[in-house]
């Protein structure tokens, strides 16, 4: 009896310190605004015990997600940046180069590869025509850069067909297209509308 008590005790002591482990390893956010206080400090420079620096009525995170710094009005806009991860299939929207969303992608074959390097963003339109392979690209942004002509390669919702069918959800997650860079539903609109021309892309295997 006094070996089984042990025996639990000893299991819940270590399932207790486990979770105590883990906890001391999560990144510390006081002020619950979704972004730690390491990063408040170090990258953002906002008030790591307040939600709302400036007190405007917008939380850091949403103010600095959106490119603006919630340390005041008439302060510079942080840079917004996409990176794609060719190796894992993901795209992350980053706010100075911090991760801040990410996606599951479907990037160029072997066959067809999509480039990889620094790009910006130079031209959106909301929906695309591709004459090569007779299909819509929805929420079509193109990047361009060395390797990426103007016009050839862009990051665009799941394509369709004219008949109105998607082409491509369940690849999202792997090598699929022809070289572009393809989202699913809702998530490319949501990039799309973040995403300002002059935007940098990077693609990159890692």
């Excluded at 072997?110 to 004459?131: D, H, M």
């Excluded at 394509?159 to 860079?181: D, M, N, Q």
């Excluded at 490319?188 to 693609?203: E, H, Q």
Aim: positive net charge; proline residues 7%.
């Amino acid at each position: 009896m006094k070996k089984c008590l042990w025996l639990l005790l000893a299991v819940g002591g270590m399932s207790f310190f486990g979770q105590a482990a883990k906890a001391a390893d999560a990144p510390v956010d006081a002020d619950g605004d979704g972004i730690s206080d390491a990063q408040e400090i170090s990258v953002f420079h906002t008030d790591p015990v307040r939600a709302d620096t400036d007190g405007d009525g917008y939380d850091d995170r949403t103010e600095i997600f959106n490119g603006y710094d919630p340390n005041g009005p008439g302060r510079r806009a942080f840079s917004k940046s996409i990176f794609i991860n060719v190796s894992k299939q993901v795209l992350e929207q980053r706010v100075n180069d911090v991760p801040f969303a990410s996606f599951p992608v479907s990037t160029g074959t072997l066959r067809r590869p999509t480039p990889q390097g620094n790009f910006k963003i130079i031209a959106k339109t909301p929906r695309a025509w591709s004459r090569v392979a007779g299909l819509w690209m929805p929420h079509w942004m193109n990047f361009s850069g060395v390797g990426a002509p103007i016009s050839r390669f862009g990051i665009h919702e799941l394509p369709e067909w004219p008949s109105g069918k998607k082409e491509g959800a369940s690849s999202l997650g792997k090598p699929a297209s022809h070289g572009c860079v393809r989202l699913g539903i809702g998530s490319a609109k949501a990039l799309y509308d973040w995403t300002p021309v002059g935007t940098v892309v990077v693609i990159a295997k890692q």
